[in-house]
């Protein structure tokens, strides 16, 4: 097993592991930081449930490796909220009922927050 010691910003905080080369981001977010509000789906990058932001990009967790992320700055849907007020988008999604069964929510928010941050003021076009 191949090891890399990486250093990563996520939600503003710093964090240093070392991580297996092959892990991805998704279970280095789940399973090393305990961060579990990013789900995975269909494993191949297409139902975008593990959505993340990096360096304000939004990018599917399941397709990178942890390893690459080194010097990076992630967002994860952990980092929305202000403690246990949610954030105007997560209002949004509980006020209008979006929600569904919330799987795929953490992906929906990510997707969203980048695209909001791109266009503030989309028309309904």
Same mark, same amino acid.
Request: net charge negative.
């Given at each position: 097993m191949i090891e890399?010691?990486?250093?990563?910003?996520?939600?503003g905080r710093p964090y240093e592991k070392t991580v297996e080369v092959r892990k991805t981001l998704a279970?280095? #977010?789940? $399973?090393?930081?305990? /961060?579990t509000g990013t789900h995975l789906g269909c494993e191949h990058g297409v139902c975008g449930a593990c959505t993340v932001v990096v360096d304000g990009a939004a990018v599917?967790?399941?397709?990178l490796f942890a390893a690459q992320?080194?010097?990076?700055?992630?967002?994860?849907?952990?980092? #929305?909220? $202000?403690?246990?007020? /949610?954030n105007p988008l997560q209002?949004?999604?509980?006020?209008?009922?979006?929600?569904?069964c919330g799987f795929c929510t953490p992906g929906f928010l990510m997707t969203l927050t980048c695209f909001l941050r791109?266009?503030?003021?989309?028309?309904e076009a």
């Open positions: 890399r010691t990486i250093r990563v910003t996520v939600n279970d280095f #977010l789940r $399973d090393d930081l305990d /961060l599917r967790s399941c397709l992320m080194h010097g990076h700055a992630i967002e994860t849907v952990e980092g #929305l909220a $202000d403690g246990e007020t /949610l209002e949004a999604f509980r006020e209008h009922h979006g929600l569904q791109e266009c503030p003021n989309p028309s």
